[in-house]
């Protein structure tokens, strides 16, 4: 096979953590790719003027965090029908000089969820919070057929302008989606709680009232690389508690996908980057 070199980064802010840049270089030995990968700091005000920059430097292709998706799906020029539906971006593809916008967010979620075990069919989900991570994931929870999604977050009204929004996409797939009081404390017996909230970066307090927790209850975490105040939560109620690395393996598999035409094995990536002393 020949090797291609193809330049590539993650953006966004905070970026150090991240572990994109190992994932994706894990994934491209396994074809024998020789790929570039950085990770590069970038902010609201200059991302513009950055992914200029990274076009003229012939990159191929950019992973894009937090809190830039919304902007990145503003500012591409094409956009896949996924990323139109949740205005969400986090895989560009530079090609024609042109950006190509789409999402791998929700697709993540969804087959990490199912390498677990955790059918989604006919269940009744919680969706903790209403920024941009929870709207990039939303419709293929959705698209999985839940009984009930209900969305809280700690400012309600928020959850509410994300329910009129998703409303009439429920509807089409016989979903019934509500609001769920200021904690979720007005409905219980949740089969799966996930949190989308920065809750464990910017507070020591989970998002959700013990009352909705139980031994039997899935919770899942889209953080990665720490303990979150939710997790330390369903841990002490003896609940099922995944953190948001698998998807963050997904959903770079998919994006991975996107840009070279091949399907990575997904099954290994956490040991060997346990392997590497990165987890």
Not at 26 to 31: G, H, I, T, Y
Request: proline share 3%; with cysteine; hydrophobic share 40%.
């Amino acid at each position: 096979m020949t090797l291609i070199s193809k330049h590539f980064a993650v953006i966004g802010q905070p970026i150090k953590h991240s572990l994109s840049p190992h994932i994706h270089l894990l994934f491209a030995k396994q074809f024998e790719l020789l790929i570039d990968y950085k990770k590069v700091e970038v902010n609201r005000e200059t991302l513009l003027n950055r992914l200029d920059k990274f076009k003229s430097k012939k990159y191929s292709g950019l992973n894009v965090t937090l809190p830039l998706k919304h902007d990145a799906y503003l500012l591409c020029q094409e956009l896949s029908e996924k990323s139109k539906l949740c205005e969400s971006v986090n895989t560009i593809s530079i090609k024609d000089n042109q950006f190509h916008g789409d999402t791998t967010d929700g697709i993540g979620l969804i087959r990490d969820l199912t390498r677990k075990g955790i059918n989604l069919n006919q269940a009744r989900i919680l969706l903790v919070g209403a920024g941009g991570a929870a709207n990039a994931v939303i419709a293929d929870l959705i698209e999985c057929s839940p009984s009930e999604l209900h969305l809280t977050n700690r400012t309600i009204e928020k959850s509410m302008v994300m329910e009129t929004h998703w409303k009439n996409f429920a509807e089409k797939n016989s979903v019934s989606l509500n609001i769920s009081g200021n904690h979720g404390v007005d409905s219980s017996n949740y089969d799966v709680i996930i949190n989308a909230t920065s809750a464990g970066f910017s507070s020591n307090i989970s998002p959700i009232e013990d009352i909705l927790v139980n031994k039997k209850t899935y919770c899942y975490d889209m953080t990665y690389g720490m303990e979150t105040p939710f997790m330390k939560q369903a841990i002490k109620l003896n609940a099922t508690v995944f953190d948001g690395l698998g998807m963050l393996i997904e959903q770079a598999a998919e994006s991975f996908h996107i840009w070279h035409k091949e399907k990575p094995e997904t099954n290994k990536i956490k040991s060997e980057l346990k392997l590497l002393k990165l987890i």
